[in-house]
């Protein structure tokens, strides 16, 4: 179950930036904290950002998250043709108290 | 650096018991603060959280799957397994074991998931 809205593609030409959103309400991001992953084609996810901003380390500043009420974003800078992926978001549901992903969003780096 | 590995069988028939190990190296399962979790994700979909099992053996499904699946965790090998019953097709989907951070912190929750397994195909098929 999808509770969180993500746009199935993205496109940009390197170098330049592209921004995902992740929609969703009041019982998940409104009020629990976003994450985000990035999965390589024929990889697992792999975690790019942590309590709707954190950056693991090893992770490139070129990738930010933010949250504004019940929505997030994943904004990647300076793409690289290495960065198109599927990247999807994720927070806790209190409803159903579930952990709940967005449907995926395909980035293509033309 | 903390490493996941996936084993068991890919192919289960419709109605059988879906059996998984992860083997954790790089950490104890046992050494406190975080939960091991499973996620699957079907071909050509998202990703699906099904449960975990913390440090102190205590476990959490996903109401969805709740009747149907079992964490359990072997300390001595530093392994824990998935079951989950009454496989149907709708369960064929690449499972990963993950290690999840969990907080709860001015009133919200924090979970998320790293490092991840490489996942293993599991067909429901007879």
């Known amino acids: 179950q999808s509770v969180l809205t993500q746009p199935p593609s993205v496109s940009a030409a390197p170098g330049q930036k592209v921004t995902i959103s992740c929609s969703g309400s009041s019982s998940n991001i409104g009020n629990n904290y976003v994450s985000w992953y990035q999965q390589l084609p024929g990889t697992a996810p792999k975690l790019l950002i942590y309590d709707n901003s954190m950056r693991p380390s090893g992770i490139p500043d070129r990738f930010s998250g933010s949250k504004s009420g019940t929505s997030a974003t994943l904004d990647i800078t300076g793409l690289q043709t290495g960065d198109e992926a599927d990247y999807f978001c994720g927070a806790w549901e209190s409803s159903l108290s579930t952990v709940i992903f967005g449907g995926g969003t395909k980035l293509t780096v033309l | 650096q903390v490493q996941l590995q996936e084993s068991g069988p890919g192919l289960v028939k419709p109605s059988q018991t879906l059996s998984l190990t992860c083997t954790v190296s790089g950490d104890y399962i046992t050494g406190g603060y975080y939960y091991w979790s499973w996620i699957r994700q079907p071909p050509g979909k998202g990703l699906d959280w099904i449960g975990y099992?913390?440090?102190?053996?205590?476990?959490y499904y996903n109401p969805s799957l709740d009747s149907r699946v079992t964490v359990s965790v072997d300390g001595s090998k530093n392994q824990f397994s998935l079951k989950l019953t009454s496989v149907t097709a709708a369960d064929t989907a690449v499972y990963y074991c993950?290690?999840?951070?969990?907080?709860?912190?001015?009133?919200?929750?924090?979970?998320?998931?790293?490092?991840w397994g490489q996942g293993t195909l599991v067909t429901v098929s007879s």
């Open positions: 099992i913390s440090y102190s053996g205590s476990t």
């Open positions: 993950v290690r999840e951070t969990y907080d709860y912190k001015s009133g919200s929750y924090s979970k998320y998931f790293d490092p």
